[in-house]
């Protein structure tokens, strides 16, 4: 049996877009971001992570991650905004029954150095709780990152999204300007 559910992982999933949607904002918005590193590199971490679980169960090859270079932080955007609509469509197929499918992750094999532990069987549904888990941490990296740079950061949290109604994401186009959410 499973603590997860599809309605809660779309949930989960909403919120994660909607949260991600506001912190490209804010870095989008601020010309001091586009120049900082710290921030590109943390905005890639986080993308090419949620990517990678994605072909992990969409049982797809890993593209190589290793060497991903971007000119800008325009670029990242660009590389990152098909994920949703990616995970999205594939959030529409399963069942929740789905998510007790044993989900070996292959990178997994590189915390038994670091742990001196062999890691444990995982379950579709942990892995894709994990996915929202590790981009909650890496996203307040950002926006701390963010302030730091004299922008204001977005309030993202899970609660803040209940609160205001489940807002739609509102991503940045080319212009300046937003797009709302374009998934599946």
Do not use: C
């Amino acid at each position: 049996m499973s603590a997860f559910s599809i309605e809660l992982m779309r949930d989960l999933y909403t919120h994660m877009e909607w949260a991600d949607s506001a912190v490209w904002h804010a870095a989008l918005a601020t010309p001091e971001v586009g120049a900082d590193d710290n921030i590109r590199d943390r905005l890639v971490h986080i993308h090419m992570t949620q990517r990678g679980f994605l072909q992990v169960w969409t049982k797809q090859p890993l593209p190589p991650f290793q060497g991903l270079k971007f000119g800008d932080l325009r670029a990242v955007y660009t590389w990152m905004r098909p994920y949703y609509h990616d995970v999205l469509a594939l959030l529409g197929t399963l069942h929740s029954t789905d998510l007790t499918t044993i989900t070996p992750v292959p990178w997994a094999k590189y915390f038994v150095k670091p742990t001196g532990r062999v890691p444990g069987v995982t379950m579709l549904g942990e892995t894709m709780f994990q996915v929202t888990s590790h981009s909650t941490y890496h996203r307040g990296q950002v926006n701390t990152r963010l302030r730091e740079l004299g922008a204001e950061p977005p309030t993202v949290d899970y609660i803040a999204w209940l609160w205001q109604g489940r807002p739609a994401p509102m991503w940045p186009d080319s212009a300046g300007g937003v797009v709302r959410h374009d998934g599946p």
